[in-house]
């Protein structure tokens, strides 16, 4: 007993000198829920649901079509890429807010290859996020094979197979079943020495682990809006291009938006050389005004400090788990390593569906990924150390009586 008290009281400590400790307050988080999935879905700021209610209520409501001027609709996908940018390591004139993570990868692939047109492959790792691969499949079917080849293979791989017939090197950073952190710097540094170019996936990593994309000299990346920077459902995503291509690149979905003058509706497309190029149609104001509004929370703190925490919390999970003999049935797949973890864990089990169902029942909200993992998002703004301690004693509790076993828990619903 004296040594659970000794272990009780310093998560307490953990938390009253937590420096984040006060981002938690800017949450409307629900009561008697842990929520463990803040790299999915982002929850909600009280400044964002305020934010919202003046878009429609004061904005649209009231100055309607004037407000693309008077309250600057017009200007967000810059102005919220500028917020974005200092985050992933950008100076200015390189970000923009638009679309999906899904489309701006269609418009960075086929821009990459607009600038490396001598070859065609562009090689991913096997087990990246679906859509990267499916949006390259497309890329891939349109222009033909003899113009653009989809190559595969895993992430203990990637290096000896940068070679001189690879176009484009498309990764995701942190592989969103393990978490396992591929290294930006020394995978770009070698994929430049074959005059490869690359585009990183940042949707596991922006707002969770420091990147310096200028300084590492990447080329192109995209991230999401909805995970760490609760952004809310279906927020908007952000795309990166350095400078140094912005003048040569082409990119095929050239909207009206995306115009050097859209306002000039000349019946021929020609290109900003500014970032600007990247917009296609008219941007999704509401979504974008909440997630410009929820960016404000990063304003005063560094994407550090959110690391720092974020591995502390990865931390004293897995200990947690490890301290409890009845949940050794779980098979860890995220690297022990710091640098080698992003900011989820996730164990393997053949019931991680039930269990997952069963830790929701209980109010702590993790997800499940195909086939069998069980998957834990640590959002270091609005999570506490104790949060920590009371998920594993739940998961101890589902675990060792059993309760995934339950009919109840068992049944697929349609967003697993
Ligand atoms: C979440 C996620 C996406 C999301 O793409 P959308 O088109 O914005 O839905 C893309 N890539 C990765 C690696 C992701 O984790």
Redesign the pocket.
Known sequence: MPQIQASLSSIATMDTSDPLANKREAFQLPKNKIYLDGN?LGPMTFAAKLRAEKVLAEQWGDDLITSWNKHQWIDLPEIIGEKIAPLIGAAEGQVICCD??????FKVLAAALSLNTKRTKILSQSD??P??LYMTQGLQNLLGRERCELVTVTEDSIIESLDDSIAVLML?Q?N?RTGRVLDIQSITQAAKEKGILVIW?L??SAGAIPVKLDEWQVDFA?G?G??YFNGGPGAP?FVYVAKRHLCDLEQPLSGWMGHRSPFDFSPDYEKPSSIKQFLCGTPSVISMSVLDESLNLFKDISIEMIRQKSLALTDLFIQKVKQNDCLNGLKLITPLEHHLRGSQIAYCHNDAYAICQALIAQGIIADFRAPNILRFGFSPLFLRFKDIEDSVSSLVDVIENKKYLQEEFNKRLAVT
Request: hydrophobic letters at 40%.
């Open positions: 999915s999906s993570v899904s489309i701006n990868l990246n996020f859509t990267d995701t942190v969103f996936d949707a596991h995209v999401c909805y995970k995503a």
